[in-house]
């Protein structure tokens, strides 16, 4: 089958227009505003699925108008029983396809989810492409008509069109992500208090941030590890959360505190219902003190020093602090930086930290 050079010009506009912004905000728009421009319909809807076919509540679609919120938490509940719902989650299927192909129009209208949701919005036909966004999450595009059925042509813009918005969607979701790590923690992980693991609805990684994974060596180290590189009872603990909040759903976060050394890691759990994610927020808390650098085998008052250089100061405010002169805190951290086996002040400070 071959498409017109018009169908061409106005899938190729369609793929500009989506592409044209990367800001997650926008990405309804432009889903909807483009699948509209390809093919006609009187209804245009974006639905959001979990692997086993069940509806998250999440939607778009277009006119606002068409659809009550009453209408659509009837569909929400009867999405399974759609006769796309096989093909989708059982079959894998991927390709566009139509009512027509799984059921004659009248054998469509005899099904429950017509009398209950499709002929109270007058729709006799769909055409619908499942889109595999995540390993666990599906998005199905769909259009509906009144009496008009779908035509080859429309069916094969549908499923030239249907990677371009995988990938949009895709990668809205993943800016979101990063806009949550950078922008709304900004300024926890600029002065790297905080790291952050996310998961989804089945615990799978989401997210791991690079001084998320570092205080995950440091407080899970020996511990067993998933394939995805998470410690087994951090996911385990996580899951369990999970489970309590849902027997509970008054309970808003979790806690939990590791000790090691001198120093706690607090690990709290806050749910994003709308994502269906779970965050972890991993925040360590140190108890610093010139003693703890007794175990480097330091004197006290080369402990002393190297505290304060772990604390950022430099030698003229140690000599400062401890009132002696800037070159007898040079000639300490001479004798500091033999002991320690290194050679500059930042291997020296890096060692010191690692003690709180």
């Known amino acids: 089958m071959r498409l017109r050079h018009s169908d061409w010009k106005r899938l190729l506009k369609a793929i500009a227009v989506l592409n044209s912004d990367s800001d997650p905000s926008t990405l309804v728009g432009r889903a909807i505003k483009t699948a509209n421009s390809l093919v006609q319909s009187e209804i245009t ?22 659809i009550s919120a009453a209408e659509y938490e009837i569909f929400v509940n009867v999405a399974h029983e759609h006769p796309f719902s096989p093909e989708v989650f059982g079959n894998k299927r991927r390709d566009a396809m139509t009512t027509s192909d799984v059921l004659t129009t009248p054998n469509f209208h005899r099904t429950a989810i017509y009398n209950e949701f499709f002929r109270l919005v007058g729709v006799d036909h769909q055409l619908l492409v499942a889109l595999q966004i995540a390993d666990d999450q599906i998005v199905t595009y769909n259009f509906s008509r009144v009496r008009r059925d779908f035509t080859n042509e429309e069916r094969l813009i549908a499923n030239l069109f249907a990677p371009h918005l995988n990938n949009a969607i895709r990668n809205a979701h993943m800016v979101e992500r990063l806009q949550a790590a950078t922008n709304n923690l900004n300024t926890a992980l600029a002065d790297k208090s905080v790291g952050i693991v996310s998961f989804d609805h089945s615990t799978k990684l989401r997210y791991l941030s690079d001084f998320g994974s570092n205080l995950l060596d440091r407080y899970y180290g020996k511990d067993e590890l998933r394939d995805d590189g998470v410690p087994k009872r951090l996911a385990d603990w996580v899951a369990n959360c999970d489970a309590q909040r849902k027997a509970d759903p008054m309970i808003s976060e979790f806690k939990l505190k590791l000790e090691k050394n001198s120093a706690t890691l607090c690990l709290t759990v806050i749910f994003d219902d709308a994502k269906q994610e779970k965050i972890v927020l991993l925040e360590e808390h140190r108890r610093a003190s010139p003693v703890v650098l007794y175990s480097l085998g330091l004197t006290q008052r080369q402990s002393e020093i190297l505290y304060w250089v772990s604390l950022g100061k430099t030698n003229k405010d140690i000599a400062l602090l401890l009132a002696i002169s800037p070159r007898t805190v040079h000639k300490h951290l001479e004798n500091i930086y033999v002991k320690l086996g290194v050679e500059t002040r930042t291997a020296a400070m890096s060692l010191a930290v690692e003690q709180y």
């Open 45 to 66: 809807a974006f639905d959001f699925f979990d692997d086993q076919g069940v509806h998250t509540g999440d939607f778009w679609y277009d006119p606002p108008n068409a």
